[in-house]
């Protein structure tokens, strides 16, 4: 269960494959793309790419199939948006395709759709992102759309009111899944004063406050090479590739305007307090999450900890969770966590769900669950068998050459090295059950998550 909160976070997505993302293309013929000289520095699977004008590039070759993905990212996504006007940059994430130079949303939309490109926006808590998948033969078609949506968003009147609707209708929806809400009361819990702690998209009343001067001064503010980070795979040369992203982003300031972005916004440990909060939901089920202090990827003991994470509550029915509330008393369907972490706070999140006469005594289990592993740590088959999975799985991932560039786009905004990949499943089988059991004792404290049911459970929660 993935919280709809908040951004997804890259390391786990390198161990553990959660890469879902797919885009089917037919094409049509386009002229070939100028060359530029460019410099080129390999590690092993992935090349580092630096352009003629400076901007560094991941680059995973794939000729075998002449399809050509680009991801990129620019710091400082949602949390950065005024108090005033929540949901600035999702909106403008909505609109950079909506019309850009001479070409209205319509005329932006069937240039797409005539060269079968793919091309989105995203908005997350710490960046702003783009996405572009294309067939090698529509290349320049490709890269000048992709320019034209980040130099010369049209931002008309009749595109910001359809996306402000859609964003607004979107809004109400959450407002009405019980999932969503337990994640909103969760952020709000865990950092109340802090921008990680506001919802993402904004409320219907932000969303109307939003102009589309509003609109243009966050893509002239925001959108600058200084920050960027972008990733590439599939069918293109290093010096192909570098003369594209100097087309596309060489005109771009080179730094944004100061303003909030992520290294000036204050880092933040995740508040302890753990009195549960009840949200009142109809129906015979209970949704729990919980959450506490987390470890950032940097750290080195990241790796110990997503095995931990895996073996308390990873997929599959034989994970330590579920073992204890699902398989011997029949509790709940299904109980997991995970690790999330954003650009200044790093979460251990657990989910769960359960009839709501049977909430304490799950929550109960949970806890106990934790401390036992706190203490005890794991056997060494748990950690043999994980480690067996998360390096087994990883393979499985690199499905197509989209999937690739969003997973080296989600290593860089990590922060890790261009050789990463290569050294990924040493990292994981190096881990020792001692290593387990001190980030376990480091992780694991039930007495200091943050609690929220949204449902009709019945008697104490703790």
Not at 365 to 390: F, I, K, M
Not at 421 to 446: F, G, I, K, N, S
Request: hydrophobic share 50%; glycine share 8%; aromatic share 6%.
């Amino acid at each position: 269960m993935k919280a709809p909160w908040a951004s997804q976070w890259a390391f786990q997505w390198a161990f553990q494959g959660a890469l879902v993302l797919a885009l089917v293309l037919l094409g049509q013929p386009a002229r070939a793309a100028t060359v530029a000289k460019t410099s080129l520095v390999k590690a092993s699977l992935v090349e580092r790419v630096v352009s003629p004008g400076g901007i560094e590039v991941w680059l995973v070759r794939d000729a075998k199939n002449p399809i050509i993905a680009l991801d990129w990212s620019f710091r400082g996504g949602a949390a950065t948006d005024p108090a005033d006007r929540l949901g600035l940059a999702a909106m403008a994430a909505g609109l950079l395709d909506e019309g850009a130079g001479d070409l209205d949303s319509a005329a932006f939309q069937d240039r797409l759709a005539d060269h079968s490109i793919g091309l989105a926006f995203n908005a997350s808590r710490d960046w702003f992102s783009g996405a572009l998948l294309t067939l090698r033969e529509n290349r320049e078609e490709a890269f000048t759309l992709a320019r034209m949506a980040l130099t010369a968003p049209r931002f008309d009147a009749d595109a910001v009111a359809r996306i402000r609707g859609q964003l607004q209708v979107a809004v109400r929806r959450e407002e009405a899944d019980p999932v969503t809400v337990a994640y909103h009361a969760l952020a709000r819990r865990l950092f109340p004063d802090h921008p990680y702690g506001r919802p993402l998209r904004g409320t219907t009343d932000t969303l109307a406050a939003i102009t589309a001067d509003d609109l243009r001064g966050f893509a002239t503010r925001r959108l600058a090479r200084d920050g960027l980070l972008v990733t590439a795979a599939g069918d293109i040369d290093p010096a192909e590739l570098g003369a594209a992203v100097d087309w596309i982003f060489g005109a771009l300031p080179a730094a944004p305007a100061p303003v909030a972005i992520p290294e000036t916004l204050p880092e933040v440990l995740p508040s302890a307090d753990a009195r549960p909060v009840a949200v009142s939901w109809p129906g015979p089920q209970s949704l729990f999450v919980q959450a506490g202090a987390g470890i950032p990827p940097s750290d080195p003991d990241w790796p110990a900890a997503l095995l931990l994470s895996h073996i308390l509550g990873g997929e599959g029915l034989e994970s330590r969770l579920a073992e204890a509330v699902r398989t011997r008393r029949g509790l709940s369907y299904d109980v997991q966590c995970n690790l999330q972490s954003y650009a200044h706070a790093d979460l251990f999140i657990v989910t769960g769900s359960t009839a709501n006469a049977t909430v304490g005594q799950a929550l109960g289990l949970v806890r106990h669950t934790l401390a036992e592993v706190a203490v005890h740590g794991v056997t060494a088959r748990e950690l043999r068998d994980a480690q067996t999975y998360l390096i087994g799985s990883f393979p499985l991932q690199f499905t197509n050459d989209r999937a690739i560039a969003a997973l080296l786009l989600d290593i860089r905004r990590d922060g890790y090295a261009a050789g990463f990949l290569d050294h990924r499943d040493a990292l994981l089988r190096q881990v020792t059950l001692a290593d387990v059991r001190r980030v376990a004792a480091r992780l694991l404290r039930p007495d200091a998550m943050a609690t929220v049911v949204v449902g009709g459970a019945a008697g104490p929660l703790r």
